[in-house]
């Protein structure tokens, strides 16, 4: 593998030239030169490289796998246990797709006196892995890896059912969104403790939401 720019492309919806490497470095197939240079391309600011690595490194939890590495460092990793990896870390991305939120920033207040205010047209609305759901954030409290953000559902829409990592509020702004047996109406609030789980959420009429919840929430 031939030593790339680190100064490649920073936009999360562009390819990356590093785009692969994060797996390749957690398992310490990077030489040395390639992985210090990778760690300063991503600390200068990829996102997509921030996303890779987070997905590969839950990937890496979630297999068992930290024993083996720390006993064998210096080995080759068998193709199987790279397989099972690549396998768990292409199912974290396409979790991420769908909750785009996981991959948000905390971003420092607009003025000195600590006041950040986002008027009505400001911010961008993101699209996710569901047709129809669109979502802007707010706030990104990356301490406590909670977001508050606008979520958007459009008539017919739907978001797949999924376990809540921290209390999750949610507060019908306009719409209607059905739960479960139950139909919010705008002006209706709902509280989700942690660790409670929410079928597929889905609204006839199209729904605008004000959300706040954790970044660690997992889907199905």
């Known amino acids: 593998m031939s030593e790339r720019d680190v100064e490649a492309t920073h936009d999360e919806g562009v390819a990356c030239a590093w785009d692969g ?38 990937a890496l939890a979630s297999l068992d796998l930290a024993f083996a590495l720390e ?23 396409r979790a991420d797709e769908g909750q785009v939120w996981k991959r948000w920033r905390e971003d420092a207040p ?37 977001v508050t953000m606008l979520v958007h559902m459009a008539p017919g829409s739907s978001y797949p059912g999924h376990r809540h990592a921290g209390r999750e509020e949610c507060y019908v702004l306009a719409g ?3 739960v479960g047996g139950r139909v919010l109406k705008q002006g209706d609030y709902q509280l989700a403790d942690a660790g409670s789980q929410h079928g597929v959420q889905s609204s006839n009429t199209g729904c605008c939401l004000l959300i706040v919840s954790s970044q660690d929430d997992e889907l199905g």
């Open 21 to 58: 490497s994060a797996e390749l470095h957690l398992l310490g197939v990077l030489g040395d030169g390639e992985s210090a240079a990778w760690e300063r391309h991503r600390e200068a600011g990829c996102a997509r490289c921030d996303a890779e690595l987070a997905s590969a490194t839950r």
């Open 71 to 93: 006993t064998a460092p210096q080995a080759e990793p068998p193709p199987e246990l790279r397989a099972r990896l690549l396998e768990r870390v292409e199912a974290e991305r």
């Open 110 to 146: 607009s003025t000195q006196d600590g006041l950040s205010t986002i008027r009505a047209a400001e911010g961008a609305w993101q699209s996710t892995a569901f047709d129809g759901v669109e979502v802007k954030p707010l706030s990104v409290d990356a301490r406590r890896r909670f």
């Open 176 to 178: 209607e969104l059905k």
